[in-house]
């Protein structure tokens, strides 16, 4: 498969804490990504709250312009082209946010919000296709047919988030970066938007990025699975070969947590719910960033920063006991 | 399918402040008074600052043609008043405008740049505010000349911006961190489609509700002004250099009190009602 996007040593470092007689410290809330994202491939990011998803995100659109290395986006290199080169490409990758309210403009009607991108990048419609092809789009992910006039606080979380789905599908991206579309949403809405979602890839066919701190819902929709800590990619591998066979203490960290569908599967030392605060982001430990908080770290993890390595075929894993958390 | 008409935010809101009755009761009172103080003297015979010898201080309904009365100098209380109510409203209006338009560019600059400019900016507004107003407006008024009520109240204006300022800054601010804008620019719409459909739309709802809050409030601080012999002065007259007249003589002739008093209450009231339904009409939220 064609490769759509692909990360580079991608780092962003806000500088915080600044004032007039003190330098800012740069806090890297994102710390060397390196990634491949095929056509069509669906891949989740997860990690706990503040480990640098939405920063990854939003770099990546060039919403955040990153401190150094690349995005590639279908060869070219976009993390330095100007905000107006920029812009015709943004046609093909569209975000969905957390937030579904908070994403649309209170001023502005479902119709008007979800026709902004066609305002933009299909010049060449009359307002009455404009309104046909919103109309459709509507329909699409499940809204009724007079939403078209009605303002975003007629509606409730869930449908707000069809609309924010609705104005990002409207130009058949062929990229969707979802930023915990349903960690605001109640449960049961939950499943009827990932499900929409999952409809959306089939009949369109787009890349997805799915952030999430939530794993069953990565787990649904997901083909791989990226798992960052205080910025770094902790392992990388397929949905399946991450759940069945995680090799980074974090990531059991992270399953753990999630209630287990199997009561026979016995918690072990690894597999506990994980401990510990996380560390401050603008002093992170040496070597190993999870080491404050890792069940089974030694001397030597404080010496190195471990390399994401390929220890398996299409596994990826950034700790040298990875083989001890095979075997534990 | 049924095609209902495509509704604006502006439509919506003209249809939701004609709903409001009080709203538009008080903007036809606003525009009925406005038509009669600008051009109803031309159609009295008398001038505004003209003296009748034959007729001082008679009341209304005295059977002859100054039928609200003369005050103690023998000039018609009709056409006066009208007179105080164009002068009031020209000062409310200009003083709004100038706070308005400083305010605006002030606000938006500093909640749009951030950072130490916003700093900085706010800091002005801070201590600014910490002045004594009514002490800075005596000494603008003792400054320029006595008769020049118009520079005064470029001043006025020029010092009430502050708080048009912190309610534009404060949107503007907040209106950047919201995803809405973010999603704006991941669509690619540029710096002037993201200010001319995002911001203006959603800051220009509490600009004009202060501005049409701020308009009677003018027009009571020049009252109060003229009050104080401050404000306007003789020949010329203002709804409260009339009502300050008015309570001097108000256990001989309290006509003279009652009359233009009458049309402050009721500018003042109308232009607050208007005020409250703009801000129904503005904020679709909360209805
Ligand atoms: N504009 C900013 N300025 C300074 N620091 C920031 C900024 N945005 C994010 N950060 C910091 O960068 C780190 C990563 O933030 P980010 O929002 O990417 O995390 P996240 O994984 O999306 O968390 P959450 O699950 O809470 O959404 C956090 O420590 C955060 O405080
Ligand atoms: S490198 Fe060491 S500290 Fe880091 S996860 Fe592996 S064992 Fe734990
Ligand atoms: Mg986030």
Redesign the pocket.
């Known amino acids: 498969m064609s490769i759509l996007l692909s990360l580079r040593g991608l780092k962003v470092a806000?500088?915080?804490g600044g004032s007039l007689f003190r330098a800012a410290k740069p806090?890297k809330?994102?710390d060397g990504v390196d990634l491949e994202l095929s056509a069509g491939e669906a891949l989740g990011i997860v990690?706990?709250?503040?480990?640098?998803?939405?920063?990854?995100?939003?770099a990546i659109l060039q919403l955040?312009p990153p401190t150094s290395g690349q995005v590639v986006w279908l060869g070219r290199d976009i993390s330095a082209v100007s905000v107006n080169a920029m812009r015709p490409l943004r046609k093909d990758m569209q975000i969905v946010f957390?937030d579904p309210l908070a994403s649309l403009d209170p001023r502005m009607t479902v119709g008007e919000i979800v026709a902004e991108p066609l305002r933009v990048h299909a010049g060449e419609l009359d307002r009455t296709q404009r309104r046909e092809r919103v109309q459709d789009m509507l329909q699409r992910v499940g809204l009724p047919a007079d939403a078209i006039n009605r303002y975003p606080h007629e509606f409730s979380g869930g449908q707000c988030q069809r609309i924010g789905i609705a104005r990002a599908m409207i130009l058949r991206p062929q990229l969707l970066v979802c930023?915990?579309p349903v960690?605001a949403l109640d449960v049961s809405i939950q499943a009827q938007i990932v499900n929409l979602l999952q409809d959306l890839k089939r009949e369109f066919g787009m890349s997805i990025l799915f952030?999430s701190?939530n794993l069953a819902v990565v787990r649904r929709l997901c083909d791989r699975v990226l798992v960052?800590y205080l910025?770094k990619p902790m392992e990388l591998t397929s949905t399946e070969e991450l759940y069945e066979r995680p090799l980074h203490p974090y990531t059991r960290g992270l399953i753990a947590a999630v209630p287990l569908p199997d009561p026979d599967v016995q918690p072990s030392r690894l597999g506990s719910v994980l401990s510990g605060e996380l560390p401050s982001?603008l002093s992170p430990p040496s070597g190993c960033v999870f080491r404050t908080r890792c069940p089974i770290a030694e001397a030597q993890c404080a010496r190195a920063v471990p390399e994401l390595d390929e220890v398996r075929k299409g596994h990826h894993v950034a700790c040298v006991k990875w083989q001890s958390v095979e075997q534990g | 399918m049924t095609e209902t008409p495509v509704r604006g935010f502006w439509g919506d809101a003209w249809r939701r402040l004609r709903q409001n009755r009080a709203a538009m009761t008080a903007s036809v009172v606003i525009v009925l008074i406005s038509l009669l103080a600008f051009f109803g003297p031309a159609f009295s015979p008398h001038p505004y600052d003209a003296i009748d010898w034959d007729y001082m201080a008679v009341p209304p309904g005295g059977g002859n043609d100054h039928w609200l009365g003369t005050d103690r100098l023998g000039r018609d209380l009709y056409v006066r008043t009208l007179h105080g109510v164009q002068i009031s409203l020209q000062i409310g209006l200009l003083a709004t405008v100038v706070s308005l338009i400083i305010g605006v560019l002030w606000g938006a600059t500093a909640g749009y740049l951030g950072g130490r400019i916003d700093g900085a900016m706010m800091r002005v507004v801070d201590i600014m505010y910490a002045l004594p107003y009514i002490f800075i407006v005596i000494i603008l008024s003792t400054l320029f000349d006595r008769g020049n009520i118009y520079v005064l109240f470029l001043a006025i204006g020029a010092v009430g911006w502050l708080t048009m300022a912190r309610i534009v800054r404060g949107q503007t601010l907040s209106l950047k961190r919201k995803e809405f804008i973010e999603a704006a620019l991941a669509s690619g719409v540029g710096t002037w489609g993201i200010l001319l459909r995002h911001i203006v739309p959603n800051v220009i709802g509490p600009v004009i509700i202060y501005a049409t809050l701020t308009i009677p409030q003018m027009i009571l601080f020049e009252s109060f002004l003229s009050f104080l012999g401050l404000g306007v002065q003789e020949p010329q007259a203002s709804l409260g250099s009339l009502i300050n007249e008015g309570a001097q003589e108000m256990e001989s002739a309290v006509w003279m009190l009652i009359v233009p008093a009458g049309f402050l209450v009721t500018l003042l009231t109308c232009f607050n009602f208007l005020g409250d339904g703009l801000r129904d009409a503005l904020d679709p939220r909360d209805r």
Do not use: N
Request: charged residues 20%.
């Open positions: 806000f500088p915080v806090l809330a994102v990690g706990e709250s503040g480990c640098g998803k939405s920063t990854l995100a939003r955040i957390q930023d915990e960690s952030v701190h960052l910025g982001p």
